[in-house]
């Protein structure tokens, strides 16, 4: 199995990025996909997830209505639209996925719970 993140990068406060996972080895459709970030000195935390069929999604109470999670099936694509950025945003960004279509919301939202990940992207807002 292999993840594969870009799109990171550095931008001013209050702008947008839109990060992009690509998928192989794993079978993608039923599959929870999820991002997690780290930042230095920190923890790898909690983002945003997508159930298999992309009906489901959550979000950490701290991007809650800035970010949005999707997926593309067709082509083994999970992305991630980041708006309304801040410095606290800054992290190393990384896409994970679970070979389950469970969606229990304790387990989709534990980076424990994810076997497979990519190999993180970085962004840093500027303030």
């Known amino acids: 199995v292999q993840l594969q993140a870009s799109g990171g990068g550095l931008v001013q406060a209050g702008g947008s990025l839109r990060l992009s996972c690509v998928a192989s080895?794993?079978?993608?459709?039923?599959?929870?996909l999820g991002w997690f970030r780290q930042a230095p000195g920190k923890e790898r935390e909690f983002v945003a997830v997508?159930?298999?069929?992309?009906?489901?999604?959550l979000y950490s109470d701290s991007v809650e209505g800035r970010f949005t999670i999707s997926r593309d099936n067709a082509k083994n694509m999970v992305y991630l639209q980041m708006s309304s950025l801040t410095p606290e945003d800054t992290a190393v960004y990384y896409c994970g996925a679970r070979q389950s279509s469970l969606w229990h919301v304790a387990t989709v939202k534990s980076a424990n719970k994810y076997k497979h990940w990519g190999q993180g992207t970085q962004v840093t807002v500027s303030s």
């Open positions: 997508i159930s298999y069929g992309g009906y489901n999604t």
């Open positions: 080895g794993l079978t993608f459709s039923s599959s929870v």
